[in-house]
């Protein structure tokens, strides 16, 4: 294969890129909606931490501002300065799906456990249990419970 086509086939992979890109990246989200987050089923939004944990909220915000609101935004809408260049999206809080399933204990498990396939961390590897319930407890009281419906990336 001569320089030419290699060069023409780089521009094609870069403009593929791109659209792609473009379609997922939330700053188009008005041209290209983003599908809000997969239909779950409700879960019992009163259910408490696992093994008697008590979160910390004062604690857990301090974590959150330090280490997930780069992907999952200040007002946890999933629209973090990182959040541009990552696919799937982080999780939007303040999705009406999200406040019917993350619970304390799916919030727990998900935080301790991250997501395969996506580029969600597991917290597990570097915190301890009461460290994680502080982080979902926060996540849980401000985003899930009191986040302002209607104003998450989805709209929703
Ligand atoms: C590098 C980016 C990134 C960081 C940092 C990050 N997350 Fe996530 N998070 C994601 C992505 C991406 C998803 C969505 C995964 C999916 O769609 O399956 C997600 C999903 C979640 C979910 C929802 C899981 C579910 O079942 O729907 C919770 C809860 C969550 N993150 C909490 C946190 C908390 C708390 C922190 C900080 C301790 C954090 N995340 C840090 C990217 C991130």
């Known amino acids: ?43 019992d939004m009163s259910l408490p931490m696992p093994n008697g944990l008590k979160g910390d909220i004062e604690k857990g915000r301090d974590f959150y501002m330090q280490n997930c609101f780069t992907c999952h935004g200040v007002t946890g809408a999933g629209d973090g300065p990182r959040a541009y ?7 939007d809080f303040l999705d009406e799906t999200s406040r019917q399933y993350l619970n304390r204990p799916t919030l727990f498990e998900a935080i301790s456990k991250g997501r395969n396939g996506s580029e969600m961390p597991a ?29 998450g990336r989805s709209g929703k």
């Open 1 to 43: 294969m001569g320089n030419i086509p290699v060069a023409v086939l780089l521009s094609a992979l870069i403009l593929t890129t791109f659209t792609v890109s473009a379609e997922t990246n939330p700053k188009f989200a008005t041209v290209n909606p983003v599908p809000a987050a997969p239909k779950r089923a409700a879960e």
């Open 123 to 151: 917290w597990g590897k570097v915190l301890n249990d009461q460290e994680i319930a502080n982080v979902a407890e926060y996540v849980f009281q401000s985003f899930i419970l009191d986040g302002k419906k209607g104003t």
């Open 85 to 91: 260049f990552i696919n799937p999206l982080p999780r």
